[in-house]
């Protein structure tokens, strides 16, 4: 992914506009997986789940990600990526839910915005003024999910039993 002039940036290292995590991944096992299209939301903690079924095993149950690839996957209209960009460029958190809403909270500039990125992929509409209350749902599930990462790291013991919270 990477930004060409999107909100002004030319990087790959700032602000999550659609054109930096809205990019494509390519599995290639031969043997393992039939070739296909597949617009399934995908981030990269979903790789080594993915990979470990490819391969045959288990994955541990705390990883976080899923196998992409299982028939059983959660629907991808029910399907949340959290992206967090914590660089000299951009402090921010953001979900997208089911493939269509995104909410950005830009901890740099306390932005918060939401968009529809099925109709408006270029996120030119803020629709904060009025949607309130799906933001208000949105941001408590963010929160909940920065409020997770954060104990985890927060407390050793944690890391020293177990991976990440799911």
């Not at 660089?87 to 968009?115: F, H």
Request: proline letters at 10%; aromatic letters at 10%; glycine letters at 6%.
């Amino acid at each position: 992914g990477e930004a060409f002039h999107e909100r002004g940036v030319v990087t790959h290292a700032g602000i999550p506009v659609q054109p930096v995590i809205r990019v494509p991944c390519i599995i290639f096992a031969p043997g393992l997986a039939s070739p296909r299209l597949d617009d399934y939301p995908v981030q990269q903690i979903d790789m080594v789940p993915t990979v470990c079924a490819l391969m045959g095993m288990e994955p541990h149950p705390n990883f976080q990600g899923i196998n992409v690839l299982a028939e059983d996957r959660p629907p991808a209209e029910e399907r949340r990526l959290f992206i967090h960009v914590e660089t000299p460029l951009a402090s921010a958190d953001v979900l997208i839910e089911g493939g269509q809403w995104k909410l950005w909270i830009d901890r740099m500039t306390n932005e918060v915005a939401l968009y529809d990125v099925v109709s408006d992929p270029g996120e030119e509409r803020n629709l904060f003024p009025t949607e309130r209350e799906r933001i208000r749902d949105l941001f408590s599930k963010l929160q909940a999910w920065r409020t997770s990462q954060l104990a985890y790291y927060a407390y050793p013991f944690y890391y020293e039993a177990c991976y990440p919270p799911r």
